[in-house]
């Protein structure tokens, strides 16, 4: 193994415990300084995720698993992955080819971006039951993806029927994937192609869209973890907002009146609300983000022609 002098054989027998491996893997992961961001934010959380679901336990709950020790398959099979982590640089989901959010379970691979999407947070807990309150309710969750924000809205709202657009022909796949896992086929349909073509003449009561928001030069210094993902799902152009212009442009199109759009941009913030500077946003806060994702009504969003600065293309 390359990050530890000498392989499992020289440490398995002092490392008996859960307790003994998150230590180990804490004090290894700070060592190759690795980056986060993917489900967890720093390294008693990754390794924590990893030990978890090699060990196929509960991911939410660590301290009823401290001083259980492990067997010999177990304790090899964790040691793989805490070094496959360090070794590879790839996110942890891309490992365990699990990620979850708001406590739901998706599988995802390097075919699409491990979901982390703040919109989740909203979702889950409730922040748009007002605006779903029709009994036949359509939702449009534009970039999908894993499919993981669609899936959680049509958990949400059972009444609702919800189109999935992606451009990423892998990325489709597995929303597909996950859908089918979900068994919510009947109410949640993938469409391939660039954010509205593929839903022309429809229009939504809620629409949903977390699009790449990246500015390029940030994708170009990327650490490793996040170079790992489709670079598709990260960069929007020289300012990393390219498709929220679009999507702000077109979506009250594709809205009924009344409805709503709720997109998350990143940073960008400050540049969307000085061009587009006559829409009121609402910026809807979560637990851990501040000013990344807007709320707008249809009528609203009739106003946008063009921004006041035509974005540079
Ligand atoms: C930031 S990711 C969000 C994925 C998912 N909604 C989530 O929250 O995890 C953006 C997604 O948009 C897709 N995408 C990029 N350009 C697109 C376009 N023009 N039309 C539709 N989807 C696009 C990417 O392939 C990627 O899956």
Redesign the pocket.
Known sequence: MSAQPGGLESIAGELLTVRDWLRWGVSRFNEAKLSYGHGTANAIDEAAFLILETLHLPIDALEPWLDCRLTDVERRAVHNILVKRIDTRKPASYLTGTAYIQGHRFEVDER??????F??ELIAGGNLDELVTDSDTRIL??????????ILAALRFGQASVDA????DD?IEVARQNIACYEIGDRVTVLG???FKPVAGRRYDLII?????VAAAEVESFPREYAAE?V???LGGADGLD?AR?ILADAAAYLKPGGTLVM?IGTGRDILDSEFHRLPFVWLDTEESAGEVLMIGQQDLQQVVTPRTPPKR
């Open positions: 699409v971006i491990v979901p982390r999407s919109i989740g969750d534009l970039c999908t993806g894993s499919g993981c924000l669609a657009v992606e451009l990423s990325a192609g660039d954010l869209a977390n699009p790449p928001y489709p598709m799902a990260h498709l679009r998350e």
